[in-house]
């Protein structure tokens, strides 16, 4: 079946500094990608869509320029958390999806700004 | 605005018996749904689907019932097992996007 990598699982990180999370999708050519955030005992809220070779489509409230997606190829998808603060801890996730085939979500990356 | 709603924010389940778990949502233009399971730190892994122009899907232990009228789907498990302890969501599609519910945590106890 479809299976998307999501790197890394955790990160700790200084406040002020940006981090990188990456998402692949490994046996699938992904149509579009999404990211999601979930603050503890909340929904995954959708953060903003990307199709390979355009800008990301952000959800409204979400800062394009905090949360950087690049979507260089159909495999990978990137958001980078820029100067990143204590209340941008959380469980951040991607999903990747192949036109009639269904979603298929990486395994979650666990950030915490301190 | 919450277009989703998982009004029941847990359930506890004894094993063996049926568990229940509801979603209302706001938006007649969806017209696909799904039912995702969670554990904590991983990503939603997929249950169940249903599309709008239908009222029923099973699959093995698992059905999804929708009723568009009321703007209302519901997942049953039966019999339930205690490896069905996780979160639930609930999701709802009308493009390529999916907007998720607030989650459901299930218990099934022995």
């Known amino acids: 079946g479809a299976v998307v990598s999501q790197h890394p699982s955790r990160v700790i990180c200084k406040s002020g500094t940006s981090v990188k999370i990456e998402c692949r999708s490994l046996?699938?050519?992904?149509?579009?990608m999404f990211w999601y955030r979930q603050f503890p005992k909340q929904s995954l809220m959708l953060m903003a869509t990307?199709?390979?070779?355009?800008?990301?489509?952000?959800e409204q409230g979400v800062e394009k320029d905090k949360f950087l997606i690049n979507h260089a190829s159909l495999t990978l998808s990137t958001l980078t958390v820029t100067s990143a603060h204590p209340e941008d801890s959380s469980f951040y996730i991607c999903?990747?999806?192949?036109?009639?085939?269904?979603?298929?979500f990486g395994s979650g990356t666990r950030l915490t700004v301190v | 605005d919450q277009q989703v709603k998982q009004n029941s924010p847990s359930l506890s389940v004894q094993e063996g018996r049926i568990s229940i778990l509801n979603c209302d949502y706001t938006n007649s233009m969806f017209d696909y749904f799904l039912w995702y399971k969670k554990y904590p730190a991983e990503g939603p892994t997929f249950l169940i689907s249903i599309s709008s122009i239908k009222d029923k899907n099973e699959d093995g232990r698992f059905t999804v019932f929708l009723n568009k009228s009321a703007k209302h789907l519901s997942l049953h498990i039966v019999p339930s097992q205690p490896g069905d302890s996780a979160v639930y969501f609930c999701?709802?599609?009308?493009?390529?996007?999916?907007?998720f519910g607030t989650g459901t945590r299930l218990q099934v106890f022995p």
């Open positions: 046996d699938f050519q992904a149509t579009t």
């Open positions: 999701a709802a599609s009308n493009t390529d996007k999916l907007i």
């Open positions: 999903s990747a999806t192949l036109t009639n085939y269904g979603y298929t």
């Open positions: 990307s199709n390979e070779g355009s800008k990301a489509t952000y």
